[in-house]
């Protein structure tokens, strides 16, 4: 049987978006052509690609087969694609990246702002969500990640360091008790995740600081510094947001200090595009230079 690229184009659109409404969004064509085309292609393989439910469209067996073999034709029509624009170029086309959100508001705005510029045909998509992004579903074309992954068939490198501390805003200062030691915190209000939604055993910030109850919490970092910022009470904050939230200050920077790491994962296979090769590039050595800036203005 004859599988065309245009069938598993729609498939993969089917697979990321989970539903025929946002696959038709993605390759601008009618939901309802979207899912004649899967079931036409489902008739073809004599297999259901999808199981449907209320909530969308989740992979089958046959679907998670199929995943793996449409990404790879994916990933060599991108290839030819690349190799007869040249190289010589600038950057064109789009690129996601998939960052928790603290990055992804006060690092890669300055970066990929920079990398746009000096590329104007392309498309540079930042998707701040506070999880785990699916590579093999192509949720994004690359990930910032805070701890690097131990399984899947991915290409991991260390981005760079980046510090934590704690923090308070001035005016929160002023109105309570002095903080001069650890063991003062007990009495203050504390800003900081959602426990059950921290999704990496490394933003378990306020553990390590012996705190165990949280009074304003978020799974979001830019809730949390914004709390922070508006003098709801103390978090453990990124030192590069601290330059955006004037009258924010550090608490006992020799009492507590966290260093956690950014690391870029790429599926593995991606590494023979060029055009992502060179995305990359820029990309890690704008995050290193951004982070390091910034971390000198606190």
Partial sequence: MDVQWDDLKIFLAVARAE?????????KVDPA????????????????????????Y???????RLMGHAVRVEQA?????????????????????????????????????????ENPDLEVQIVALPRVFNLTRREADMVIAVS???????SVQRITDYKLHLAASRRYLRAHPKITRLDDLKGHRVVGYIQDMIFDKELDYLREA???????????????????????????????SIPFVRGVVKLLPE??????????????????LERL??????????????????EAET
């Fill in 19 to 27: 539903s025929l409404s946002g696959a038709g969004r993605i390759l």
């Fill in 33 to 56: 052509t979207v899912g004649r085309r899967i079931a036409r292609l489902e008739t073809d393989l004599g297999a259901p690609l999808f199981a449907k439910s209320p909530t969308g």
């Fill in 58 to 64: 989740a992979l089958s067996d046959a679907g998670q």
């Fill in 77 to 117: 029509v991108e290839g030819v694609a690349e190799e007869m624009a040249g190289r010589s170029g600038g950057m064109t086309g789009q690129i996601r990246i998939g960052a928790p959100d603290g990055a992804a508001n006060f690092v890669l705005p300055q970066v990929c702002a920079r990398i746009a510029e």
């Fill in 148 to 154: 690097p992954p131990t399984a899947g068939r991915l």
């Fill in 210 to 240: 012996g705190i165990e109850r949280v009074n304003l919490a978020s799974n979001s970092v830019s809730v949390q510094i914004n709390w922070v910022r508006q003098g709801g009470g103390i978090g453990v904050v990124h030192d590069f």
């Fill in 255 to 272: 009492a507590f200090s966290l260093t956690r790491s950014f690391y870029l994962v790429r599926h593995a296979d991606d590494r023979r």
């Fill in 277 to 294: 090769n060179r995305f990359a590039a820029a990309l890690v050595e704008g995050m290193r230079m951004e982070v390091a800036r910034l």
